[in-house]
T-cell receptor, first 112, second 111 residues
Framework: DAGITQSPRHKVTETGTPVTLRCHQT?????MYWYRQDPGHGLRLIHY???????DKGEVSDGYSVSRSKTEDFLLTLESATSSQTSVYFCAIRAQRGYGYTFGSGTRLTVV | QKEVEQNSGPLSVPEGAIASLNCTYSDRGSQSFFWYRQYSGKSPELIMF????GDKEDGRFTAQLNKASQYVSLLIRDSQPSDSATYLC???????????FGGGTRLMVKP
């Protein structure tokens, strides 16, 4: 998607290993978000950021950490991957409060 | 727990008909409301937003908001097979810093 890229697009990893997903934006937007999408649960917020080094937890943050050292990059780390973290992960950006999100293309993560 | 509820469907309509998608939300402080379209295997795409009570039209799409009833809807006129997708309702929290999404309604438009 224009202005926002996620990497990798697909990843298979083993239980217990750490995994880092990257979200990169070129829009200079203040707000960045990580969601996961699962059948029957829809999109659920993991963590979000409202500025460099400013982050907060969402509703499903256990087992995940984030970092934002630059405006353009927002990293999501699974500290020790579990099978329950198999999901599609979406990053989103937002220019201002009250505006809609623009989503990245997603990362399909499989934990075996 | 702030919630956004949608009927999961599938909602099946014939080509050329009006598709009506509905959403209810629980946070009375919400000020911003969004509709996203998501094709299978793709990311959500913003198609409509509405902030004030009433109707907002954009081409074949009309968003309707009733804050008193905590109800948002999306009407798609002259439905096309290419409109077949899952439609996600999203509601801002009252601080305006994050969206809560409904589970989505799957729409099928049959030729």
């Amino acid at each position: 998607d224009a202005g926002i890229t996620q990497s990798p697009r697909h990843k298979v990893t083993e239980t217990g290993t750490p995994v880092t997903l990257r979200c990169h934006q070129t829009e200079n937007h203040r707000y960045m978000y990580w969601y996961r999408q699962d059948p029957g649960h829809g999109l659920r917020l993991i963590h979000y950021s409202y500025g460099v080094k400013d982050t907060d937890k969402g509703e499903v943050s256990d087992g995940y950490s984030v970092s934002r050292s630059k405006t353009e990059d927002f990293l999501l780390t699974l500290e020790s991957a579990t099978s329950s973290q198999t999901s599609v992960y979406f990053c989103a950006i937002r220019a201002q409060r009250g505006y809609g999100y623009t989503f990245g293309s997603g990362t399909r993560l499989t934990v075996v | 727990q702030k919630e956004v509820e949608q009927n999961s469907g599938p909602l099946s309509v014939p080509e050329g008909a009006i598709a009506s998608l509905n959403c209810t939300y629980s946070d009375r402080g919400s000020q911003s409301f969004f509709w996203y379209r998501q094709y299978s295997g793709k990311s959500p795409e913003l198609i409509m937003f509405i902030y004030s009570n009433g109707d907002k039209e954009d081409g074949r799409f009309t968003a309707q908001l009733n804050k008193a009833s905590q109800y948002v809807s999306l009407l798609i006129r002259d439905s096309q097979p290419s409109d077949s997708a899952t439609y996600l309702c999203a509601v801002d929290n009252n601080a305006g810093n994050m969206l809560t999404f409904g589970g989505g309604t799957r729409l099928m438009v049959k030729p």
